[in-house]
């Protein structure tokens, strides 16, 4: 009997990650039932037990259940520490949880042959998915980033806790950015975030992590002249990455990004 993964979010049924896992598992001999799990706000520790009882092996977590899965494991990983928020559950005698999206991001810019080395980053939101990348970014030798957002309060708490992030509004920001990211949801509501156009015509690359569609966002740095990517690439990787936490085998990510662009 294959061993039972699934995604839990609100909403779900649009995810791309049932798809993703199964083209992992059959290119590296795996065998797995992966499923989706909509549970109703406020619900995430009622559905995750109930998966876990009926033999679930392993969770992802997406919106709007990181910083509930957190809080539900009983062992984090460093990553997920330093997020405070959790995008992959492993179930055993002890759940552990762990945060995938910061690997997922800094593989997907070196495949876009980003060096970031030494660069200066801009990284638009405070939430979440922003504080999932931070550490990885850090750990990836970047010289500074620069986390910009609309509560500059929540953005300077959140710089606090890594080593070399500092923190404001975008009214002060200035034309020094090798790569803006776009960490807030602002496109899914077909806003942008306040990035000045004069600091993101600056940039090598303008990366959104929503995938999918143009964002508003997107469609700026295009317009400006900048190299531009959403986050497909991100999702992949950090797909993958969970899929090495809960089978201990990294599969290869290129074909199956390279499948789902051409879709």
């Known amino acids: 009997m294959s061993e039972r993964y699934a995604v839990i979010g609100q909403p ?10 199964e083209q992992f598992a059959r290119a590296s001999g ?19 037990d109930e998966f876990r009882a009926a033999g679930g092996k392993g969770l992802n977590v ?8 957190y809080q539900y494991c009983a062992q984090l990983s460093p990553r997920a520490r330093d997020a405070r928020a959790v995008n992959t559950i492993r179930f055993g005698a002890e ?8 690997v997922g991001l800094v593989r997907d810019l070196a495949s876009l042959g980003a060096e970031l080395r030494g660069s200066r980053v801009l990284l638009m939101g405070a939430g979440g998915a922003a504080r999932g990348v931070l ?10 980033v620069t986390i910009a957002n609309r509560n500059e309060t929540k953005a300077r708490e959140v710089a606090t806790r890594f080593r070399g992030v500092s923190a404001g509004g975008y009214e002060a920001l200035k034309p020094e950015f090798d790569f803006v990211i776009n960490a807030t949801s602002a496109g899914l509501s077909g806003n942008s975030p306040g990035v000045p156009l004069d600091v993101l015509s600056r940039a090598k690359l303008a990366y959104d992590m929503v995938y999918g569609m143009e964002t508003p966002f997107l469609a700026a740095a295009r317009a400006a002249g900048v190299r531009a990517c959403d986050g497909l690439g991100m999702l992949v990787e950090q797909a993958a990455e969970s899929f090495f936490v809960w089978r201990g085998v990294r599969p290869d990510t290129a074909a199956v990004l390279q499948e789902l662009r051409g879709r």
């Open 12 to 21: 779900v049924a649009h995810s791309k990650s049932p798809w993703i896992h």
């Open 30 to 48: 795996q065998s797995i039932d992966y499923g989706l799990i909509e549970a109703p706000l406020g619900g995430f520790v009622r559905a995750a």
């Open 62 to 69: 997406t919106l709007p259940f990181k910083e509930d899965a």
């Open 95 to 102: 759940t552990f949880g762990d945060n995938t999206d910061g």
């Open 135 to 144: 550490g990885a970014l850090v750990e990836a030798g970047v010289a500074r």
